[in-house]
């Protein structure tokens, strides 16, 4: 690295110092940013195929959430090779998408999902990790997974329920609620 940086520096030689500072300053700005540490939250599984939703949080050196997209879904592609894949903007307007509301000291956001769990999804931190819970069975719980069985293609989905999976946030027992629209 050190080799690097030097063989830079001597290329920017001809231009002056402040431009070899600048160029230089400007790398070693790239090369210490941090990337957001992520804290997997939920997923969603669908009967259609072996494909996932999975939802992240997202929070800074500080331990705080982003600003920006604190918190992200994206699919993996267990049907391929386990990649990585962005939402569309339909499946985002339509289906898997949701809007979140960081609280000021973000620490905790809340997130209105498209599909209807009966209540929004609240993102907490709890120590140096951040969690999703949700009422089910009436009880607030840690949100592990929901379930969509739907039938049709395209346009013509049809959900014939939705089925959310957690544990008691008291009480550590596991929670279920099937939910049919």
């Not at 997130?111 to 120590?127: Q, T």
């Not at 990790?129 to 997974?145: G, Q």
Request: aromatic letters at 8%.
């Amino acid at each position: 690295m050190v080799i690097q940086i030097r063989n830079l520096v001597c290329s920017f030689r001809g231009l002056g110092a402040l431009t070899a500072a600048l160029v230089l300053t400007l790398v070693s700005t790239s090369l210490c940013a941090q990337d957001p540490v992520i804290h997997p939250l939920f997923k969603i599984e669908r009967s259609k195929n072996a494909n996932i939703i999975q939802y992240d949080a997202r929070s800074g050196p500080d331990g705080k959430l982003l600003k920006n997209d604190p918190i992200v879904g994206y699919w993996i592609r267990l049907n391929e090779q386990g990649q990585r894949m962005e939402l569309t903007w339909v499946q985002k307007t339509f289906a898997f998408g949701f809007k979140t509301r960081l609280a000021k000291d973000r620490q905790s956001a809340e997130m209105d999902m498209v599909a209807d769990l009966g209540a929004p999804v609240s993102v907490i931190r709890e120590g140096d990790d951040y969690r999703a819970t949700i009422p089910i069975e009436e009880k607030t719980s840690y949100l592990d997974r929901i379930y969509i069985k739907a039938s049709g293609k395209g346009t013509k989905v049809d959900v014939e329920y939705v089925e959310t999976f957690g544990r008691d946030m008291e009480t550590g027992e596991e929670r279920y609620q099937k939910i049919v629209p």
